[in-house]
């Protein structure tokens, strides 16, 4: 516990000197048009195509809440890390912050089951079980105990494979003896040792580096990983495996979603439903545009493979997701439902 404090005390310092003097405990800061401001943070680059697009939150929540919520957003992680954002959430310090569902892992293991590969077989069953299961929606409420709740996603795309090597990656064989970057995750790094590889976890800033210097063979991720992280010139093939679809979720301290009113909540998350719709609209289109570019460096690239002895690596995974109670056993057979 002291080790939490004193990490949550060393973020609000940062903070502090971030907003240079400003009220950052104030929930409902409410600036000289009455309006509630609520800070949000984020760890995407700031400029790129995705913090883009989570900059429209704050056009959507001014409009949706008629002037009452304005949303300041702090990008690049310059609030600290993912898991330091979570804390402040829960302490009240910080309003909002949009991270990982991986992150999220650490605080309640229940959010593992968005790291299962293959739990989404398709987009379309991806965005029906995320925006339809009512197992997601307690799930997303289930935290007020712990300091946040979550009241949205972000639709991040499927995850692939992509190598140092021209290898298309259709059987967990042709990963045999390759080390391959994982995120800070369980199961995650259980996904790549079931598909044959050494799982190597690291933060997805050190990729880069690992690639470069011959200390990963590869990585996994979505397609904007090459061309924002610059990958693309690090690799040779890219593999459509869509083993995961990871979302990012919209969390809020229980603090702050108490001190709202009932129009206040409804017009919060309205806008993040909008900002998710405005999200997708453009995401398939960003991504050509990503392999496009990757191509253009030299990247080959492989779809429509079989998946089939992916899927069946990966089972014990699900098994053991679904043993550990009631309550996930629950949440896994609703988002089934959506296939």
Known sequence: MKK????????FTA???ILAGGTFISVKAADFSGSIQLKLAHNQQDGSEIADTIAKFSDFAA???KGEISIKIYPSGQLGSETEEVEMVQAGIL??????????GQFDNRYAIF???YLFTSQEHYYKAMENSEAVKKLFRSTADQGFIAIGYYANGSRNYYLKKDVCVDDPSDLAGMKIRSMVSTTSMGMISAMGATPVPMSSSETYSALQQGIVDGAENTELAL???GHEDLVSSYTYTEHQYSPDIYIISTKTWNSLTEPQQQALEKALSETNDNFKSVYNSMMDAAIDEAKEHGVK???GIDKTAFIEAVQPLHQ????????????YDDIELYK
Do not use: F
Request: neutral net charge; proline residues 2%.
């Open 15 to 17: 903070c502090a000197l």
């Open 301 to 303: 690239i492989y779809k």
């Open 115 to 117: 790291a299962l590969p």
């Open 320 to 331: 053991e997701y679904i043993t550990q109670g009631a309550e996930y056993r629950e949440l």
């Open 4 to 11: 939490i404090l004193k990490r949550i005390g060393a973020a």
């Open 227 to 229: 061309t924002v992280n």
């Open 95 to 104: 309003d909002m912050a949009k991270v990982s569902s991986n992150t999220l």
């Open 63 to 65: 409009t949706d809440s």
